[in-house]
């Protein structure tokens, strides 16, 4: 089984920006979709974004639609989500996730948490004046 190891958490001021980077292992990006997922205190777990490289498809939620880019970098094995125009309820840990390339990446699947076969340990993201 893969791993997946996510950093780049933080504080920082309603409008700033952040960077987070889910570092795998074992998995090869051309079979597996990689998507990002967040939770807050009392929240159920959200999908943020979710990207396929086989299928050169990305998805948003609608949330983050605009603010957040997702994007990946193969020969680092790396999945990043720079996120922009930063609000109080951003605010939460991330978790990185990754699913079978074949079943993931659909409009109404890739959201789903219980679709996912591993998951990260997540990075606080708290977005706060």
């Known amino acids: 089984q893969g791993q997946l190891v996510e950093s780049g958490g933080g504080l920082v001021q309603p409008g700033g920006s952040l960077r987070l980077s889910c570092a795998t292992s074992g998995f090869s990006l051309d079979y597996y979709a990689i998507t990002w997922f967040r939770q807050a205190p009392g929240k159920e777990r959200e999908g943020v974004a979710c990207?396929?490289?086989?299928?050169?498809?990305?998805y948003y939620g609608d949330s983050v639609k605009g603010r957040f880019t997702i994007s990946r970098d193969n020969a680092k094995n790396t999945v990043d989500l720079q996120m922009n125009s930063l609000k109080p309820e951003d605010t939460g840990v991330y978790y990185c996730?990754?699913?079978?390339?074949?079943?993931?990446?659909?409009?109404?699947?890739?959201?789903?948490?219980?679709?996912?076969?591993?998951w990260g340990q997540g990075t606080q993201v708290t977005v706060s004046s």
């Open positions: 996730a990754a699913g079978e390339d074949s079943y993931v990446p659909y409009v109404s699947v890739w959201y789903q948490a219980a679709v996912y076969v591993s």
């Open positions: 990207i396929s490289t086989s299928k050169d498809i990305t």
